[in-house]
């Protein structure tokens, strides 16, 4: 079964506890990205990935790092966590790169940081 | 960058009934999706649909890329289709990224 699978899926952390939320897919896509779902703001892309040792900055970056040592994999790292980092975070993933194709999401991953 | 606008922002159906949700968007597009978000923030892939006419069950999708808009329509509607539902979508390019309209909340009555 093609999957986006995220871990954890929920998180209560404290503020400066360093943190990854893991993000692995079993389709061999090329195109792996990461979103945060927060009110009144939809859904932003914080960065995106177009293969293998190759990232770039989405809207809102800040605060983030990722890594794409394999293609299967697509870490998020929060190196010192803020409350306003509190969301849910969407891995992606896509065959290809340019628009075209469905992209497929993990279940989400809430964060909440105290 | 594209805009994606939904409407109507709220839906309120009887369990039986039939929907349209309408998403329209700014720009060509080389991507247009549906989604729905349910309860436990799960997001559904409903249709992958930049152009045409899809159906899949009680759902069905059509996009006209000239006039800039995509219909979603609901048959029959059923009370685990409450949720959000997102309209999605992409210009051309390397970046993939998903533009999201701010969503239709749906709720289906007993």
């Known amino acids: 079964e093609a999957q986006v699978t995220q871990n954890p899926r929920y998180l209560i952390t404290v503020t400066g506890k360093k943190l990854t939320v893991t993000c692995s897919q079993n389709?061999?896509?090329?195109?792996m990205s990461w979103y945060r779902q927060d009110p009144g703001l939809g859904l932003r892309q914080i960065y995106y990935?177009?293969?293998?040792?190759?990232?770039d900055k989405g809207d809102v970056p800040e605060g983030y790092k990722v890594s794409r040592k394999e293609k299967r994999n697509f870490p998020l790292i929060l190196e010192s966590p803020s409350p306003n980092q509190t969301s849910l975070y969407f891995c992606?993933?896509?065959?290809?790169?340019?628009?075209?194709?469905?992209?497929?999401f993990g279940e989400g991953s809430w964060l909440t940081v105290v | 960058g594209i805009q994606v606008e939904q409407s109507p922002p709220d839906l309120i159906l009887q369990e039986g009934a039939n929907s349209t949700l309408r998403c329209n968007f700014s720009?060509?597009?080389?991507?247009l999706q549906w989604f729905h978000q349910n309860p436990w923030g799960q997001l559904i892939n409903l249709f992958y649909i930049p152009s045409g006419t899809k159906q899949n069950g009680r759902l069905s999708a059509t996009t006209v890329a000239t006039e800039r808009y995509s219909l979603l329509y609901i048959s029959s509607s059923q009370t685990t289709d409450s949720g959000v539902y997102f309209c999605a979508a992409a210009l051309g390019g390397a970046n993939s990224k998903l533009t999201f309209g701010k969503g239709i909340t749906l709720s289906v009555r007993p």
């Open positions: 990935s177009m293969n293998v040792e190759v990232t």
């Open positions: 992606a993933s896509k065959r290809g790169q340019g628009s075209g194709n469905t992209i497929y």
């Open positions: 720009d060509s597009v080389n991507n």
């Open positions: 389709m061999n896509h090329e195109y």
